[in-house]
């Protein structure tokens, strides 16, 4: 069976990580225009280096929680193979012992040269005026895909998702283009889709199936039954 499961911000939150758009989110603390966009970028560098340092140093002190960890078995070792498309830029489902993860949104753990687009890890604290280690320019910004830009490796998805049999979206408020069109193009193609959130979302009809409840002990239980065959 191929699997693709498309994670985003609410499987972390219970490491502690702020999804952006439930109460108390990121969105109501920040203005998204500021410091995810490249307009804000251009306007005050440092402010959204600020604001993604401190993604950095929350993301670094998080922990996979139970969900990670129960998606990281689905590695074709026991069971069935998952490719993990994620929207997250925090890097659990890697410490939890995923491998081959898509950050489609990119990763606060690495920077990206405004100049010459060379990629590497970011240290702990990054600034715009931190030379590229390739070209010696910069600005500096986090390889992070801000909103208005094209998300990567997009073509490789959508290859993912033409083959699926079973399409699963965790954790995500499906609000955010191209990933919450997801659904579509995996149920046209012939594959299961499920939701598992922890209510359903505004895109909640466009699945078969949906899961409701934390991410922490929904994932599990489901991860249990696509081994045993249950699912
Ligand atoms: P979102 O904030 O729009 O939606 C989060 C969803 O998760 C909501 O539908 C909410 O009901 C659900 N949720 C909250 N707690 C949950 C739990 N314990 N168990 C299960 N579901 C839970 O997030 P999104 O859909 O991922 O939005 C996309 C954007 O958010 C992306 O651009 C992504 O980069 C960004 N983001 C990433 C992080 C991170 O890397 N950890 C954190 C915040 C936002």
């Known amino acids: 069976m191929r699997i693709v499961i498309l994670t985003g911000a609410g499987i972390s939150a219970e490491s502690g ?3 952006f758009r439930d109460k108390g989110g990121l969105w109501s603390q920040y203005d998204l225009a500021e410091v995810a966009t490249p307009e804000g970028f251009a306007r005050n560098p440092h ?13 670094a ?18 069971g069935p193979e998952a490719a993990i498309v994620t929207q997250n830029i925090d890097d659990l489902h890697e410490r939890a012992g995923s491998r081959g993860v898509i950050h489609m949104h990119g990763e ?7 100049a010459c687009g060379s990629r590497w890890d970011a240290a702990p604290e990054t600034h715009p005026d931190d030379p590229c280690p390739e070209c010696g320019n910069c600005p500096t910004r986090p390889d992070v ?10 073509d490789e998805i959508e290859r993912l998702l033409r083959n699926a049999d079973l399409f699963a979206a965790i ?3 499906g609000e955010v283009y191209p990933a919450a069109g997801f659904v579509e193009t995996a149920h046209a193609n012939g594959s299961r889709t499920v939701e598992i959130n922890l209510e359903p979302s505004q895109g909640a009809s466009r699945f078969q199936d949906v899961i409701v409840g934390r991410a922490t002990e929904t994932v599990p239980v489901w991860v249990d039954g696509l081994i045993s065959g249950e699912s």
């Open 171 to 173: 954790g995500t408020s």
């Open 145 to 154: 895909v801000w909103f208005g830009e094209y998300p990567y490796r997009l």
């Open 17 to 19: 990580l702020g999804t």
């Open 108 to 114: 606060v753990a690495r920077s990206l040269c405004g």
């Open 47 to 59: 402010q959204v280096h600020d604001f993604y340092n401190a993604r950095r140093e929350n993301a």
């Open 61 to 78: 002190r998080a922990k996979p929680n139970a969900a990670h960890v129960a998606l990281a078995r689905l590695n074709g070792t026991d």
